[in-house]
């Protein structure tokens, strides 16, 4: 359903029982995948805190890396700046029976690099033009590509940002990049607009996962990609395990011989 979610937040026991269950068909999906050759692109943008790690790894969760992996892009090389603005993303574009999730992508140009200074304007519109294009190259190369934007409000980030603050395992989360973006957020918000106008387009659309409630746009964005995607059951084939055979004698090394971990969990306090 379109449109900002309610403030009523989705309870945990039937989110973890829809999660659990959309994971199964992830899974199946990713099997439809590698038995296909098949070839998915799915881009995770939206603001700093909206929600996009937390998405990613709900997917991956039960996926095989060795089939669905994430790019998650460093800061360009000074070799990178120089090369043509799409190219270092190509190679992480995904070969027959792979799934590919970009936590964040080339729209890098269109949000941050626009509001920071990181790009110059001719850099800024030549992407924007170029982006559909680039786009619709990938789809008629085959490749399936589906895009989503998390959205998230003022309040919310800001709630999310002091979390973190206040919490010393995720603070290294918070960046100065992060706080920056609470003093430009009207600034993101045309950034935001202006690259909709520009590459929300009949063969790639954007889609929108409201996120102030984190459990119900990870049900909404898994859900829609499982209904975008014309994945199929594939029957595997039967596995059996062997019979072990008996032993030829066989004995281990003194164990006395060998570096064993200690065991800190003999430690705890039942």
Known sequence: MAGRAGDERLAKKPYERELLRLQGELVKLQEWVRAEGARLVVVFEGRDAAGKGGAIKRVTEYLNPRIA??????????????????????????????????????????????????????????????????????????????????????????????????????????????????????????????????????ESPWHVVESDDKRRARINMIAHLLSVVPYRDVVRPETELPVRPPSEGYRRPPRDLQKYVPDHAATLAG
């Open 69 to 202: 992996r994430v790019a998650a892009l460093p800061t360009p090389t000074e070799r990178q700046r120089t090369q043509w603005y799409f190219q270092r993303y190509v190679g992480h574009l995904p070969a027959a029976g792979e799934i590919v999730l970009f936590d964040r992508s080339w729209y890098n140009r269109a949000g941050v690099e626009k509001v920071m200074g990181f790009c110059t304007e001719v850099e800024y519109w030549q992407f924007l033009n170029q982006c559909p294009t680039f786009e619709r190259m990938l789809i008629e190369s085959g490749i399936l590509l589906r895009k989503y934007w998390f959205s998230v409000s003022d309040t919310e980030q800001e709630r999310r940002f002091r979390g973190r603050l206040a919490d010393p395992m995720r603070r290294w989360k918070l960046s100065p990049m992060d706080t920056e973006s609470i003093t430009r957020w009207e600034d993101y918000s045309r950034a935001k607009d202006t690259m909709f106008v520009h590459t929300d387009t009949p």
